[in-house]
Structures are given as C-alpha cells and as structure tokens.
Nanobody, 131 residues
Framework: QLQLVESGGGLVQPGGSLRLSCAAS????????IGWFRQAPGKDLEGVSC????????YYSDSVKGRFTISRDNAANTVYLQMNSLKPEDTAVYYC????????????????????????WGQGTQVTVSS
C-alpha cells in the first residue's frame, strides 16, 4: 500500500523555522515526484513546492520562494520542506503528495491541474505561525 506520512508541524513564532518531513512507505520515493501543498482555513488548496524524480529540479510558488527549500533523502525514503522566515500567512495544514509524473506534480502545484491527478496524498500536518 502506497502511503505518505507528514510530520514536523507545530507552533512557531513569526520569523522562526520548521522542517516538515514526508515519509514514504510501500514505494520508493526517489521514483516519484513529490509536491508540498497547504490549505488555510476557508481557503483553497495551494501548491507550495515540488521536486522532480527525473533530474531533481525544484519549483517554488512565489509566496515561498527564497524562504522554503525542498530536498530529498533517498536513503530515508523521505522528502523535506525546510521553512524559514515564517509568516502568519504561512499558517495552514501542509500536505505532501506523490506521482510518477513530474510534469503532473508541477502542474498541480502551479494550480493548472486538479489535485485528483496525483497518485498518493498524505494526511497533513498543522503549521501555526503566531506570536
């Protein structure tokens, strides 16, 4: 069974940092493109970042570019999202998702394709940025 489990969320002050983890089981994450998404209360799902399974290329939404970094640890079968300089508007439930098609993951992160195209979704982890 393909499964993704997010962890690392929590409460952090503005300007602080968190590192989210997306652990894969039932499949090798290195063979999948991975995307990070978030959903704030009352708002639509927003794509945050993704990493390709072909060339390791990355993509970031304008709202997080320069503050967030996505990375892979293939030995741990895990993808990370390092979040620095956090702002109150970063408060949301963060989800990771996987698909064998890098172009599909990127399209969903960019908002040009429905999230239902992605093969596997995690259950989410809450990030709250507040003083």
């Amino acid at each position: 069974q393909l499964q993704l489990v997010e962890s690392g969320g929590g409460l952090v002050q503005p300007g602080g940092s968190l590192r989210l983890s997306c652990a894969a089981s039932g499949f090798s994450s290195m063979n999948y493109a991975i995307g990070w998404f978030r959903q704030a209360p009352g708002k639509d799902l927003e794509g945050v970042s993704c990493v390709s399974n072909s060339d390791g290329s990355t993509y970031y939404s304008d709202s997080v570019k320069g503050r967030f970094t996505i990375s892979r640890d293939n030995a741990a079968n895990t993808v990370y999202l390092q979040m620095n300089s956090l702002k109150p508007e970063d408060t949301a439930v963060y989800y990771c998702a996987a698909d064998r098609s890098s172009s599909t993951v990127r399209a969903v992160v960019a908002g040009t394709r429905s999230k239902w195209y992605l093969e596997v979704w995690g259950q989410g982890t809450q990030v709250t940025v507040s003083s």
